[in-house]
């Protein structure tokens, strides 16, 4: 039944697949250390950051960072909580929708001390030469605009 | 603080993740109608497949699976049961550690009509343009050598 050479693309996609989970370990494992952030905690002070006032609702949050509604939630209860100290609750009484939820100095200073992190890491990933030369040569793009800032995180959930 | 310049490889990851998680999207609700599967229990099959006695243990599944204890086993129970037939579990019994799962025909069948659509599927993402050039380039690599195959499939659990 099974053919390698129909399995091609499917070797491929798998590939890809192993890559990305092996350099999300890294990126986790390295957060934990410092500043204290799981990946998807540290997204979610990325994205607030791309915002201009630092601040968005948890739905618009849930689609950037590409986790379900429950999961967001608790990890923004867990971000406000005075043990992370992250992120600040902010009601708007005018706005039967707002809830948002917004960036604090500590937030702030944990998403610099995170984004260093994972650049290192990512930069050691490239240099490493453990990337098929496409990904290399994808990831090492310069910096001129911005393709996927805005987009998700890429959660399964 | 934050500085656009140095997000360049962050963006890169971002576009990345964002692009693996639209395809992963995809892939499980073309393989949810036909032929039943979700994307992990089609891995499961796909992994067991490349096996010459098609069977693992769970440890061994769980590795190239990448899900944690607790979900390969959950999901390896559900594939067990009659409502989906795809696997048969496997004690042996000269041996402590041998619990196997092994594929039965229904499993191999379903796992030939998924491979069609996985392949239907990523042939459509790399043919659309959709992909960066560097992506579309790598998954439209030929089927010679099998990177990846034995490898996980990148799971976050």
Redesign the interface.
């Known amino acids: ?2 053919s ?15 890559i ?2 092996a ?2 370990h890294r990126l986790e494992e390295a957060l934990k250390e410092e500043p204290g952030l799981s990946l998807n905690e540290f997204y979610v002070l ?1 994205f607030l ?2 915002n201009d006032e630092k601040k968005l609702r948890l739905q618009q949050l849930q689609e950037r960072v ?1 986790l379900s509604q429950s999961a967001l939630s608790r990890l923004v209860v867990r971000m406000e909580a005075p043990r992370c100290g992250a992120l600040r609750r902010n009601v708007c009484e005018d706005d039967r929708r707002g809830v948002y939820t917004e960036m604090t100095e500590l937030g ?1 200073d944990k ?2 001390r995170g ?1 260093r992190i ?2 290192q890491v ?2 050691a990933a ?1 240099r490493s030469g453990e990337l ?1 030369a ?2 290399q ?7 001129v605009g ?4 805005e ?6 959930e």
């Open positions: 039944m099974q390698n050479v129909s399995n091609g693309i499917l070797n491929n996609w798998l590939e890809l697949a192993n990305g989970a350099i999300n990325h950051s791309l590409g702030a998403l610099e984004r994972v650049e990512l930069e490239v098929p496409e990904l040569s994808f990831m090492s793009r310069g910096a911005n393709a996927g800032s987009g998700n995180a890429g959660n399964a």
